[in-house]
């Protein structure tokens, strides 16, 4: 009688569990798998515990400007970048919880252009739904997310279930098994040139202040995560053509320096970078792949000579990875 009474209930509740199995595995399958243009975690995830010198965080300025492969070649610092396209920072701030569950870095630099984005952008869905499933992609969705897109991310089979008429076996065995570690670490190269670049630069609106203040507490809580963890911070401009106005910038350095954090504007540095505007930017915003190029060698040495960064101890394997990827990228095709 007592095996009776709770074969029901124990059936029920194997049923429940191997349905949430399978509506787990179908929207693991069925989500197009993501390697570039940001919110890119399977590699990084596949990155050697505890081998990366900096993580790089921030938009798609972010992506398409650093490429850390030139940054090793150039210095020998590890690196990667974490960015989404148009992430906030209410976004970048459980990016970095999650983050910093595999990695320690030696710094973290968060390029600054989410202080002029609004709450919400276009991107919810790629930047929180490419998230590791747990408690820190439950923060982002119920803080940093859409209400409307929240159902979406909870339960991605509601996102992509339409794809099972184009889904094809290699694709879902790609996004069900493992990320192996990557070539761009989280680089997006971009070819060609803006047509009209010589016209700028162009300037950027700020934000109404509500939208900045809301910003500025979610820049103090990745700023509090950073310290917590002895990690130091530093928010940095890129030199863009797409620009935020001069006294928009000052203040934020000023509140910058208020919750102790390090900031670097090179917004207006393109020249003493090497940056030629005609040639190197791929619009007013980002830089093409030779445009990054330069700024990453750029960069490295800021990293090394200007804040102190010096390459961490690498075991053997990951060291000879390094040195491979540089290899492959610099190789002159037939």
């Known amino acids: 009688m007592r095996t009776s009474k709770w074969r029901e209930p124990i059936f029920a509740l194997l049923f429940l569990i191997l349905a949430a199995l399978l509506i787990g595995l179908l929207s693991l399958a069925f989500r197009p798998v993501r390697v570039d243009y940001?919110?890119?975690?399977?590699?990084?995830?596949?990155?050697?515990?505890?081998?990366?010198?900096?993580?790089?965080?921030?938009?798609?300025?972010?992506?398409c400007d650093v490429d850390p492969v030139e940054i090793y070649d150039e210095t020998g610092l590890t690196g990667y970048v974490l960015a989404g396209p148009e992430q906030t920072l209410s976004q970048t701030y459980w990016y970095l919880r999650e983050a910093f569950k595999t990695q320690k870095p030696s710094l973290a630099v968060l390029e600054g252009s989410a202080l002029a984005f609004q709450q919400y952008q276009s991107y919810t869905q790629v930047n929180v739904g490419y998230m590791p499933a747990g408690l820190n992609q439950l923060?982002?969705?119920?803080?940093?997310?859409?209400?409307?897109?929240?159902?979406?991310?909870?339960?991605?089979?509601?996102?992509?279930?339409?794809?099972?008429?184009?889904?094809?076996?290699?694709?879902?065995?790609?996004?069900?098994?493992?990320?192996?570690?990557?070539?761009?670490?989280?680089?997006?190269?971009?070819?060609?040139?803006?047509?009209?670049?010589?016209?700028?630069?162009?300037?950027?609106?700020?934000?109404?202040?509500?939208?900045y203040d809301e910003n500025l507490v979610w820049l103090a809580k990745i700023a509090d995560l950073c310290e917590k963890h002895g990690i130091p911070l530093a928010l940095v401009f890129h030199p863009t053509y797409s620009q935020l106005p001069a006294d928009t910038r000052e203040r934020i350095a000023a509140d910058a320096a208020e919750l102790g954090i390090s900031f670097f504007d090179?917004?207006?540095?393109?020249?003493?970078?090497?940056?030629?505007?005609?040639?190197?930017?791929?619009?007013?915003?980002?830089?093409?792949?030779?445009?990054?190029?330069?700024?990453?060698?750029?960069?490295?040495?800021?990293?090394?000579?200007?804040?102190?960064?010096?390459?961490?101890?690498?075991?053997?394997?990951?060291?000879?990875?390094?040195?491979?990827?540089?290899?492959?990228?610099?190789?002159v095709p037939d």
Request: aromatic share 14%; no cysteine.
């Open 38 to 63: 940001g919110a890119v975690w399977g590699p990084y995830l596949a990155e050697p515990r505890d081998s990366l010198d900096y993580l790089y965080l921030g938009s798609s300025y972010a992506y």
């Open 139 to 211: 923060g982002a969705i119920f803080t940093a997310s859409e209400p409307e897109l929240r159902t979406g991310l909870l339960f991605p089979l509601y996102f992509y279930h339409s794809r099972w008429k184009e889904l094809t076996v290699s694709e879902a065995a790609d996004a069900l098994l493992p990320s192996e570690t990557d070539t761009l670490k989280g680089f997006t190269p971009v070819n060609g040139v803006f047509a009209q670049i010589a016209d700028g630069p162009f300037t950027r609106a700020p934000q109404p202040e509500e939208v």
């Open 266 to 331: 090179w917004t207006e540095e393109s020249q003493s970078i090497g940056i030629t505007p005609t040639l190197h930017y791929y619009d007013p915003g980002h830089l093409n792949q030779e445009g990054a190029a330069i700024f990453s060698a750029w960069l490295g040495n800021f990293l090394t000579d200007e804040l102190g960064l010096s390459p961490r101890a690498q075991t053997a394997e990951n060291a000879s990875a390094w040195k491979w990827t540089v290899q492959e990228r610099h190789m």
